[in-house]
């Protein structure tokens, strides 16, 4: 069990050992450094190219077809072809545009998709960076991709791109705020910003002591999930890319290659806010009978799966239907539910317990549910004419 | 909320019918999945289906039906037929055509041809991968290979064969009879069999 | 030393939607003023597609036209049929025999439930759905098309009404496979409604967007499942009762708010009344003829038609709105003036009035809702 | 080797923070100019982090990076063509700036001589041995404990500014 | 209700009215249009509030502008229409009245009637061309009409031809040369990339 459970982390560690009978302890440092790095930089792309397969199939299926399946065996080899195909494209630049700021765009987004994975625990002992201040890091890390949105956006010199980065701004500068503070419930209960400590915290009870099986970690986690999924700009709240309105958004006049860099920082952040509201409410890497890294992966590509169901089944939601959205309900929700996390730690009693941060939750969001009156759907009936 | 997680439950049993309920082959009889893989599974042919037209003949591809009227190039709707008819050595005009061109780039399956016909000529083919390597003229198809025998259409539409057959026969024997009734008819010339 | 500062205040943004633009429904273009994403002006430019179809018709044999008509809104190829057939019946006076008359409505409303079901459909990708809704809406329309297919011959481009009556009859055993899909479908319905009807963001998103007033609509000739959708009680299978319509039983929903909404939901109810109208024609659809023998006559010399001198107007309720086409017969075979009326294009008008003051996104839905089929608005 | 890879490393990012730093106020582009400064904002991120001081560059970060500088590119696009207007980069008064920015160079120079760093480096010299002052921990402590009311003035006060700017940017 | 009663119901309403009743519908002078419409339209007895389709014809000698009005208040019985009105144009003046402002639904039917007819409605709000573009010559629909380049070879024809045999015309040689020419120069007139 221990074995497998540290599978990963022995083999790197048995390449230390064989590295260190030739190489100097520095070397060793950066070995090990580069390990860590090599791991990450084959482990993003890698995710990327198979969760394009998988969105592909499951949306597929949900749609009744079957997804690709004409290149290897059930189409698996299909995001190589793609690669090759994205590869070998022309990369076409529009007359118009800032020509080093377009090219630099794509490049830049990709960096802060591929940062946060150094402090996302994979599994026991598996993390590349355990920063003291993790979780804060993931989140001024993934802040950055604003910045090369806007950048692809404005050298484009398209009125669409240009559309398309207002809204991304707009909505991941609001969407940032109810996120951080939906993590703070995760930070108050364990008592620290290290994703590790956290998921630590979460140990007890067999591996299954998540915070998500708490009333208020249940709220955190669906406000986080809800961010996570507004921050990585997918269905109901992609209208940043929004194709039948803006025709690609902020990527509209990017090809070949660039335009699978955007694609694979779109995926690699799914990926990562799955990991990392798995990391928060889920227990990460914490569970009974199976080896760490499994847990973490099973949780987390569920998590997945959901944000592709998402995809597959709604509709999407309009600019100011989605600010409300955050700035109406998700943020003061999410700070009623720090208070809730609160007096969470200073009552005792389970039924006190669970009585009070219910209570609180479910009058607080029906409150919230009135205010927000003119975004709630009408019932209508209709009349017949003979 | 209860609408969303409705819709969810929806798309979620059919994705989970999509594996426990597979499809019929060859037919549109669907379970949970709907993808026909078309090259290699296909949907049984539709009698009627009509694409582009072909020109019949009834054993070798010199006596085709086909006698140059020029009735299916007047009433093609956008006018996708060119007909010259055949001339013998002495320069009178022969009841079959010489050239006999269909833009299919242009044709547009109407099927108006196959009804105009008098002469039972004309019929539209299920032939559908129809394909050139340039837009215009690998598309302008000629006599040659708007041939067909009399046999693929009997495989192609089996019903209307039945149904041509028994009603050319039957003209066959009123122009027999006719013939025979006349005893000298001028230039009485038995329709091309 | 310092220069004037220059102010810079934000002005509108011209963008032009179309004519290649993913939810335009074909080479539409859309001319938007945007003062953020506020929509101040909206100048719809069509005539991409134009072909001149009322040209090419002058130009040509009553019976050349048939295949063309097929053309204008492609979706509904045998509304299409239906209207040019009663129009040139019409103008030459000619009686449908009774049987063709049942197998007409019954192709008629085979199409409206093709053309509701993927206008929705359609829809809800202009509101962003990832194509589910879509592909269980084609997935519907392909088992109708595949019996078009059996009928006609073609899945889309029919062909299959003539002057006085129908081109072919029903292959045998054809009865009870339409029989078999109109039974299914109100099951389909069901399963659309629930992944759409409550749906809350499809609620927020259509609810109030666009709403057309009753007066606007009915000044501006707005008809079909639009018109209704603002309160306007005018379906031409009532009024009218062509064909066997006066016979049959059905009702005809009306909205009262008049926004994409109810645009929806009307078509959701109309296709549960198409189907009580299938069931119907299906239970007492007699045997006989299907053509007129006196235009029977006709198949073999189409050339040979050539309805007496006058005019006329014919209409019917296309799945889109009135679908109207005026005919002026001069005693040739050729017609000397056809004029179709066509319900998407006059639809269009309202798109300015129903679209300023909201987001580009409501636009985009606005369109989706109106239900326009380029070949038919640019015809 | 590993400190003078540091070293090295460390140096190699001031010089590029300096080279950006010289992009924002020499770029005739007012969009190059935004990009270059966060350049300039990340790399000194990059510093706080080499010294260990990880609170604070992630917060940089997040608050210049991902708030500030969001915030002024936006203001950028949405100002009708100032992207597109190239500013002349020099006027009759870069010779008074000269002359003040060299009187604030020998102010600094002059304070930075003068302090006495032995303190901080201790004993063994190399950075990377100093142990971090302060940690989160201390810091959140001294915020919401002994600076509460500072803390909470400053947040009316931005609150205050918010409400402000709200009211100035209505048009109505 | 017949257009004969129609007619004399007009008639009475205005003296000294020229209505002819022509295949069923009523035909008018150009001047009376407008207020026999919105008689239609207000008066309780007829309230024909829709106006369902607008045409022209072009007759040769003149062109004709026919309208279809229905009534939507009115509950499906003969009073319901179709009143048709007809109004008769010279070719060379074709001028009516527009009814956008009785009727929003004029708008883009008088519009295409415009494009293809050439028949001016005034009035109208913004009467240009709806399906052809702008700078377009002609009218399609007019009897007259003949399309512009029927018989034009482009450059690439004229080589084509010459390579299979063909022997091309000299004026149609010099045609698609200046074709050419006119290309060559729009092309060496395009924005450069500063200016775009």
């Known amino acids: 069990m221990i074995f497998l459970d540290q599978i990963f982390v022995n083999s790197k560690k048995a390449i230390l050992n064989l590295a260190s009978a030739f190489l100097p302890t520095d070397a060793i440092l950066i070995v090990s450094a580069l390990i860590s790095i090599g791991a990450i930089a084959a482990f993003g792309p890698f995710t990327m190219m198979y969760l394009t397969w998988f969105e592909r199939k499951l949306v597929g299926r949900i749609q009744n077809r079957i997804g690709p399946n004409r290149v290897g065996i059930f189409g698996l080899l299909q995001p190589i072809a793609d690669g090759i195909k994205m590869l070998t494209k022309e990369d076409i630049v529009p007359a118009g545009a800032d020509k080093v700021v377009h090219f630099l765009a794509p490049v830049v987004v990709v960096i802060p998709a591929l940062l946060v994975f150094s402090v996302v625990p994979f599994g026991r002992n598996m993390v590349a960076i355990d920063l003291n201040i993790g979780l804060l890091f993931f989140l001024a890390v993934s802040a950055m991709t604003t910045i090369a949105i806007f950048m692809g956006s404005w050298a484009s010199r398209n009125k669409f791109s240009l559309l398309g980065g207002m809204r991304t701004v707009a909505q991941l500068v609001s969407y940032e705020v109810p996120m951080v503070l939906a993590a703070v419930p995760a930070i108050l209960a364990s008592g620290s910003l290290s994703t590790v400590d956290?998921?630590?915290?979460?140990?007890?009870?067999?591996?299954?002591?998540?915070?998500?099986?708490?009333?208020?970690?249940?709220?955190?986690?669906?406000?986080?999930?809800?961010?996570?999924?507004?921050?990585?700009?997918?269905?109901?709240?992609?209208?940043?890319?929004?194709?039948?309105?803006?025709?690609?958004?902020?990527?509209?006049?990017?090809?070949?290659?660039?335009?699978?860099?955007?694609?694979?920082?779109?995926?690699?952040?799914?990926?990562?806010?799955?990991?990392?509201?798995?990391?928060?409410?889920?227990?990460?890497?914490?569970?009974?009978?199976?080896?760490?890294?499994?847990?973490?992966?099973?949780?987390?590509?569920?998590?997945?799966?959901?944000?592709?169901?998402?995809?597959?089944t709604l509709p999407r939601l309009r600019v100011d239907q989605m600010m409300g959205l955050a700035w109406k309900f998700l943020l003061p929700l999410t700070l009623i539910n720090i208070l809730v996390t609160g007096l969470w730690y200073f009552t005792s009693g389970l039924g006190l317990r669970l009585g009070l941060s219910i209570g609180i939750l479910l009058v607080s969001s029906w409150v919230l549910v009135l205010f927000n009156r003119p975004y709630m759907p009408e019932k209508r009936v209709y009349e017949f004419a003979e | 909320m209860f609408g969303v997680l409705r819709g969810m439950g929806i798309t979620f049993k059919n994705f989970v019918a999509s594996y426990f309920?597979?499809?019929?082959?060859?037919?549109?009889?669907?379970?949970?999945?709907?993808?026909?893989?078309?090259?290699?599974?296909?949907?049984?042919?539709?009698?009627?289906?009509?694409?582009?037209?072909?020109?019949?003949?009834?054993?070798?591809?010199?006596?085709?039906?086909?006698?140059?009227?020029?009735?299916?190039?007047?009433?093609?709707?956008?006018?996708?037929?060119?007909?010259?008819?055949?001339?013998?050595?002495?320069?009178?005009?022969?009841?079959?055509?010489?050239?006999?061109?269909?833009?299919?780039?242009?044709?547009?399956?109407?099927?108006?041809?196959?009804?105009?016909?008098?002469?039972?000529?004309?019929?539209?083919?299920?032939?559908?991968?129809?394909?050139?390597?340039?837009?215009?003229?690998?598309?302008?198809?000629?006599?040659?290979?708007?041939?067909?025998?009399?046999?693929?259409?009997?495989?192609?539409?089996?019903?209307?064969?039945?149904?041509?057959?028994?009603?050319?026969?039957?003209?066959?024997?009123?122009?027999?009879?006719?013939?025979?009734?006349?005893?000298?008819?001028?230039?009485?010339?038995?329709p091309q069999a | 030393m310092i220069d004037e500062p220059v102010l810079h205040d934000t002005d509108t943004l011209e963008v032009n939607l179309g004519p290649q633009h993913p939810s335009t429904h074909g080479v539409f273009r859309m001319n938007v003023k945007l003062e953020g994403e506020t929509i101040v002006s909206l100048k719809p430019i069509m005539g991409y597609l134009h072909r001149n179809h009322e040209q090419i018709a002058e130009n040509m044999s009553y019976l050349g036209s048939m295949p063309y008509t097929d053309r204008l809104d492609y979706f509904n190829s045998m509304s299409n049929n239906f209207g040019y057939a009663l129009a040139v019946e019409k103008l030459a006076n000619i009686e449908v025999p009774e049987r063709a008359q049942y197998i007409r409505v019954i192709m008629a409303e085979l199409t409206r439930l093709v053309n509701h079901v993927s206008v929705i459909g359609f829809l809800l990708n202009d509101l962003g759905a990832f194509f589910t809704p879509i592909l269980y809406a084609f997935r519907e329309r392909e088992k109708i098309l595949d019996i078009f297919e059996e009928i006609a011959g073609s899945r889309m481009m029919c062909n299959y009404l003539r002057f006085g009556g129908l081109k072919l009859d029903l292959p045998p055993s054809v009865l009870d496979r339409i029989k078999k899909i109109v039974q299914g479908f109100p099951k389909f319905l069901d399963e659309f409604e629930g992944l759409l009807t409550k749906n809350e963001i499809l609620c927020m998103r259509c609810q109030n967007v666009g709403i057309?007033?009753?007066?606007?609509?009915?000044?501006?000739?707005?008809?079909?499942?639009?018109?209704?959708?603002?309160?306007?009680?005018?379906?031409?299978?009532?009024?009218?009762?062509?064909?066997i319509y006066n016979r049959l039983k059905f009702r005809v929903p009306l909205g009262k708010v008049g926004d994409v909404y109810d645009r929806y939901m009307i078509r959701i109810l109309e296709m549960r009344q198409s189907v009580w109208i299938l069931e119907q024609v299906l239970k007492e659809?007699?045997?006989?003829?299907?053509?007129?023998?006196?235009?029977?006559?006709?198949?073999?010399?189409?050339?040979?038609?050539?309805?007496?001198?006058?005019?006329?107007?014919?209409?019917?309720?296309?799945?889109?709105?009135?679908?109207?086409?005026?005919?002026?017969?001069?005693?040739?075979?050729?017609?000397?003036?056809?004029?179709?009326?066509?319900?998407?294009?006059?639809?269009?008008?309202?798109?300015?009035?129903?679209?300023?003051?909201?987001?580009?996104?409501?636009?985009?839905?606005?369109?989706?809702?109106?239900?326009?089929?380029?070949?038919?608005?640019?015809? | 080797m590993l400190p003078i890879l540091a070293k090295l490393f460390i140096y190699g990012v001031l010089f590029l923070s300096l080279v950006a730093a010289l992009g924002v106020v020499l770029l005739p582009n007012i969009f190059h100019a935004a990009l270059c400064l966060v350049g300039t904002l990340l790399g000194i991120a990059a510093l706080y982090l080499a010294l260990q001081a990880e609170f604070i560059a992630v917060v940089q970060v997040l608050l210049y990076v991902g708030a500030v500088m969001t915030l002024v590119i936006f203001a950028i696009m949405l100002t009708h063509r100032i992207g597109d207007m190239t500013i002349p980069q020099t006027n009759k008064q870069s010779l008074p700036a000269c002359l003040a920015l060299f009187a604030f160079v020998v102010l600094i120079g002059g304070l930075l001589l003068k302090t006495d760093w032995s303190i901080l480096v201790g004993t063994g010299g190399s950075v990377a041995s100093v142990n971090p002052p302060v940690d989160t921990f201390m810091l959140g402590k001294a915020l919401l404990g002994e600076y509460v009311f500072p803390f909470e003035v400053v947040s009316v006060i931005l609150i205050a500014g918010l409400i402000g700017a709200i009211v100035v940017a209505r048009k109505d | 209700?017949?257009?004969?009663?129609?007619?004399?119901?007009?008639?009475?309403?205005?003296?000294?009215?020229?209505?002819?009743?022509?295949?069923?519908?009523?035909?008018?002078?150009?001047?009376?249009?407008?207020?026999?419409?919105?008689?239609?339209?207000?008066?309780?007895?007829?309230?024909?509030?829709?106006?369902?389709?607008?045409?022209?014809?072009?007759?040769?000698?003149?062109?004709?502008?026919?309208?279809?009005?229905?009534?939507?208040?009115?509950?499906?019985?003969?009073?319901?229409?179709?009143?048709?009105?007809?109004?008769?144009?010279?070719?060379?003046?074709?001028?009516?009245?527009?009814?956008?402002?009785?009727?929003?639904?004029?708008?883009?039917?008088?519009?295409?009637?415009?494009?293809?007819?050439?028949?001016?409605?005034?009035?109208?709000?913004?009467?240009?061309?709806?399906?052809?573009?702008?700078?377009?010559?002609?009218?399609?629909?007019?009897?007259?009409?003949?399309?512009?380049d029927a018989d034009v070879l482009e450059w690439e024809d004229v080589e084509w031809l010459e390579k299979h045999g063909v022997k091309v015309p000299e004026e149609y040689k010099q045609f698609a040369r200046q074709l050419k020419d006119a290309g060559k120069e729009a092309r060496a007139q395009k924005p450069t990339e500063k200016e775009i």
């Not at chain 1, 799955?274 to 973490?296: D, E, K, M, N, V």
């Not at chain 5, 050439?118 to 702008?134: A, C, K, N, Q």
Request: with cysteine; glycine share 6%.
């Open chain 3, 212 to 243: 057309l007033p009753y007066d606007l609509a009915v000044s501006a000739s707005i008809t079909g499942p639009m018109a209704r959708a603002s309160g306007v009680n005018y379906d031409i299978r009532k009024i009218d009762g062509y064909s």
């Open chain 1, 198 to 312: 956290i998921v630590e915290a979460q140990g007890g009870w067999n591996g299954l002591k998540w915070f998500v099986f708490t009333p208020w970690g249940f709220v955190g986690f669906l406000m986080f999930y809800l961010c996570g999924v507004a921050e990585c700009n997918r269905t109901p709240f992609d209208i940043p890319e929004a194709e039948s309105e803006i025709v690609a958004g902020f990527h509209t006049e990017y090809s070949g290659m660039k335009f699978a860099l955007w694609y694979m920082a779109e995926f690699m952040s799914v990926f990562t806010i799955s990991a990392l509201t798995a990391t928060l409410y889920l227990g990460g890497y914490q569970g009974p009978w199976l080896p760490s890294w499994a847990w973490f992966m099973i949780k987390t590509y569920a998590l997945v799966f959901v944000m592709m169901w998402f995809r597959g």
């Open chain 3, 285 to 379: 659809i007699p045997e006989g003829p299907i053509i007129n023998p006196k235009m029977a006559a006709f198949a073999k010399a189409p050339r040979n038609f050539k309805p007496p001198k006058g005019e006329a107007y014919g209409r019917v309720e296309a799945p889109k709105g009135e679908l109207g086409f005026y005919l002026v017969s001069d005693g040739t075979p050729q017609p000397w003036r056809y004029h179709v009326r066509a319900p998407s294009f006059i639809n269009l008008t309202v798109l300015e009035d129903l679209c300023i003051g909201h987001k580009v996104a409501d636009a985009i839905i606005i369109l989706g809702s109106i239900d326009i089929v380029l070949g038919e608005v640019d015809h």
């Open chain 5, 1 to 148: 209700m017949s257009p004969a009663d129609a007619k004399s119901k007009l008639e009475a309403k205005f003296p000294g009215i020229q209505i002819q009743i022509i295949n069923n519908a009523l035909l008018m002078k150009p001047e009376d249009l407008i207020r026999v419409v919105q008689f239609l339209k207000d008066s309780p007895e007829f309230k024909m509030n829709y106006l369902s389709n607008i045409t022209a014809v072009d007759y040769v000698e003149y062109l004709e502008s026919v309208y279809h009005l229905y009534s939507i208040e009115n509950p499906p019985h003969s009073t319901a229409g179709p009143i048709v009105l007809k109004v008769r144009v010279p070719r060379d003046n074709p001028k009516i009245p527009s009814l956008v402002p009785v009727f929003r639904g004029a708008e883009f039917q008088e519009r295409e009637a415009y494009d293809m007819m050439g028949i001016v409605y005034e009035g109208h709000p913004d009467l240009r061309r709806i399906f052809m573009w702008e700078g377009f010559e002609g009218f399609p629909l007019r009897k007259d009409y003949t399309p512009e």
């Open chain 2, 21 to 190: 309920l597979p499809r019929k082959p060859n037919s549109l009889e669907t379970g949970g999945m709907v993808t026909l893989q078309y090259p290699e599974e296909r949907l049984p042919e539709k009698e009627r289906f009509r694409n582009f037209p072909f020109l019949i003949y009834d054993t070798k591809p010199d006596d085709l039906r086909c006698v140059a009227c020029d009735i299916c190039a007047k009433e093609c709707p956008p006018k996708c037929i060119y007909i010259v008819r055949d001339n013998d050595e002495q320069g009178r005009p022969l009841k079959k055509p010489k050239v006999f061109d269909i833009d299919f780039t242009v044709c547009m399956n109407c099927g108006i041809c196959e009804e105009a016909c008098p002469f039972d000529a004309i019929f539209m083919d299920h032939e559908f991968e129809v394909g050139g390597p340039e837009r215009q003229q690998s598309l302008v198809y000629h006599m040659d290979q708007l041939l067909k025998p009399a046999t693929h259409f009997a495989k192609i539409r089996p019903t209307d064969h039945v149904a041509i057959e028994e009603k050319r026969r039957k003209e066959a024997e009123k122009k027999r009879a006719a013939a025979q009734a006349q005893p000298k008819p001028p230039e009485a010339k038995p």
